[in-house]
């Protein structure tokens, strides 16, 4: 029997090591690439990390494979620090666990997503 959303989500977290809003923070000051996957319309309501980049979750992993020809300047190597952000820290976790399926054994997700950056008081660019 296939897994459920639940079980996949469950052994996506199991490999990493998931960072609080504070340490997200922290580690994008210190120069961690975060990427946030929200869709357009998310952004355009709520706002955006500053210094976040955006990367659509459908090309993620071409965005970031540091092989692919459609891939993104700051992906120069396995080694980069990612933090994937969403809005609630749902896909974000399945889409850390699959960059790091590509070699990126230091990617992980922001628990709680964008909802979470806020709520901590931390800026955010509604522009």
Known sequence: MPPTIDELLERARSRLLRVDAAQAARE????ALVVDTRPADQRAEQGVIPGALVVGRNVLEWRLDPSSPSRI??????????????AEGFSSSLAAASLQELGFWNATDLI???????AAGLPVDKG
């Open 73 to 86: 300047p700051q992906a120069v190597d396995l080694d980069v620090r990612v933090i994937v952000v969403c």
């Open 28 to 31: 994008l000051a210190d120069g």
């Open 112 to 118: 709680g997503g964008f909802v979470a950056w806020e």
